[in-house]
């Protein structure tokens, strides 16, 4: 009875673990989205950007005014952001977005010149 109780502790232990690992999949992969694409034809082998509203041909890449990098192919239309979220730093500091480099600047809240030490990044 003993070593079942140690094993069901195990088990806990180990779907405790599994779920964390599933979570931080999904939340890794918040950064990206896929969009199919209609049944092929020479008319459909291309993507719409709905940021830009521009086209893409099947095979083609593109960075959108959204530090967004998309890709088109026949089947899907795939995208993820070009940047990360800065996570683990100081509550004295602030995160701004740079539009223009796709990128966080982390610095003090009352000081933009004293960048802050950032321990990790989601997405991306």
């Known amino acids: 009875m003993v070593e079942f109780k140690i094993q069901m502790e195990g088990e806990k232990k180990f779907l405790v673990c599994v779920a964390l690992l599933l979570l931080a999949v999904r939340y890794g992969e ?14 459909t082998k291309t993507c719409r950007d709905d940021v830009d509203g521009t086209w893409h041909a099947a095979g083609e890449s593109w960075n959108n005014t959204d530090c967004v990098r998309c890709a088109c192919s026949v089947e899907l239309m795939s995208c993820c952001t070009m940047y990360g979220r800065p996570a683990g730093y100081s509550e004295d500091c602030i995160a701004v977005f740079d539009r223009q480099n796709c990128l966080y600047r982390v610095h003090l809240k009352n000081d933009s010149s004293i960048k802050c030490t950032v321990s990790a990044m989601v997405g991306k």
């Not at 918040?30 to 008319?43: D, G, K, N």
């Open 30 to 43: 918040s950064s990206c989205y896929r969009v199919p694409q209609p049944v092929p034809t020479e008319i």
